[in-house]
């Protein structure tokens, strides 16, 4: 690449590196097919950047972390961490499982950015003003209801922050509305929705699927942060915090139900044709689900051991130092009297709706992958759908009876709700 050679011999400087150019090139073919002599000009890239990765500035963290992410398969370590750039999203991919994931304002705006972003690109390729996976494009009717669905996923996001007026009706709805929302005018913003973008076929759908499950992965970080607030406020007696932690992590998770609808309208031909090359990369990976389970109870110790925990080392190494769960809390507070009526008994109902809401997704999940996979085995090592359907019903909570709500439908492409 000309413009990538030009960068390396006119002296590397990280904010001028060609992301454009990079980035043009990936999507052109896929990420699983970009020709090596372009991913060792990255390598090359990478060497460049000789500061430790902790004590770059800001333009050089960037780029390390984008050099990461287009790598991953050069350097033999894709998963499903660097398949949706988690860490350029600045969500939690690793070590830093365990830290603080901001506020509930700047949680709200990147999953509206996500989402958004998703939109902007439907209804860019729905007007055929962009080339960019120009495999297998929906129709104008399933655009439709990916546009009414993913509004609709946000929308309680929005009116947390005061914007709900900002989305307009798919009708009058352009993509250059969608991607005010999606970054307004932060070009730092942009830039990183761009290169967190970086599909491994050419198949439309693969957008949205990357997106969805960043977007998924954003609220199960925000939602380990509220359990572990609810923790720390049933150890301090505070019963009242515990309930409204509980109850707005719940929210959070019912309220990102039409996300699921979202990902069932893919077409399942395009589904499979790009997860041929998702190989390695699998949702049992996700250090924040397995870190919201294991914040909910401690893990019997045939799951800590079982692959699903092998797969999130820095989660099972939390639970083995002995990280507190909501159940222990719990059982601690009765035990010692810190959960007087009525602030108690709304504790034990918040634990009983998120259990539920918890056990809810799950056989959501669970009926999703059966439609697009069928018995097919999953990526990244696992069993697919037989998987899902052992742990979908794995109790949430022991310490209080929790059953499952009835199942929501999730809609199937181009119709009414199933």
Not at 177 to 189: I, K, W, Y
Not at 358 to 363: E, T, Y
């Amino acid at each position: 690449m000309r413009e990538l050679t030009s960068w390396l011999s006119g002296g590397g400087e990280a904010d001028r590196f060609p992301y454009s150019a990079v980035l043009a090139e990936f999507h052109r073919v896929g990420k699983h097919f970009v020709e090596k002599e372009v991913l060792g000009l990255l390598d090359h890239a990478r060497t460049q950047l000789t500061v430790p990765a902790a004590t770059r500035e800001p333009h050089a963290r960037l780029l390390g972390d984008f050099l990461d992410v287009a790598l991953d398969k050069w350097d033999g370590r894709y998963d499903y961490r660097s398949y949706l750039a988690l860490r350029l999203l600045g969500l939690p991919d690793g070590d830093d499982v365990a830290g603080p994931f901001g506020a509930r304002r700047d949680r709200d705006r990147l999953l509206v950015r996500l989402v958004a972003d998703a939109l902007a690109f439907e209804l860019t390729a729905a007007s055929g003003a962009t080339d960019l996976l120009p495999e297998q494009r929906p129709s104008r009717d399933v655009v439709a209801k990916r546009y009414r669905l993913g509004v609709r996923a946000v929308s309680p996001a929005l009116a947390r922050l005061g914007i709900a007026g900002t989305i307009p009706d798919r009708e009058v709805a352009t993509p250059d509305q969608m991607r005010a929302v999606a970054a307004g005018t932060d070009p730092a913003a942009e830039l990183v929705l761009r290169l967190s973008m970086l599909p491994v076929h050419v198949s439309h759908d693969e957008y949205l699927f990357i997106r969805v499950l960043q977007s998924y992965e954003c609220l199960f970080a925000g939602i380990a942060e509220e359990l572990r607030a609810a923790v720390a406020a049933l150890t301090a007696g505070h019963a009242g915090r515990a309930a409204e932690r509980l109850a707005y992590a719940r929210k959070q998770l019912t309220a990102a139900g039409p996300l699921f609808a979202l990902l069932a309208t893919m077409q399942p031909e395009a589904f499979r044709t790009f997860r041929e090359y998702t190989a390695g990369a699998s949702a049992i990976q996700s250090r924040s689900y397995k870190l919201m389970e294991a914040l909910c109870r401690t893990p019997e110790a045939s799951r800590l051991d079982s692959a699903a925990y092998h797969q999130v080392p820095e989660v099972r190494d939390l639970v083995h130092a002995g990280q507190p769960s909501i159940d222990d809390a719990f059982r601690a507070a009765v035990r010692d009297g810190l959960l007087a009526a009525p602030d108690g008994e709304r504790v034990e109902e918040e634990m009983r709706s998120f259990a539920a809401a918890v056990l809810q997704w799950r056989r959501t999940h669970h009926r999703l992958a059966t439609r697009m996979l069928g018995p097919r085995a999953g990526t990244g090592y696992t069993e697919g759908t037989p998987y899902l359907a052992a742990v979908r019903s794995i109790p949430v909570f022991t310490s209080v009876a929790c059953e499952p709500r009835p199942l929501s439908p999730v809609e199937p492409t181009g119709g009414r709700p199933a």
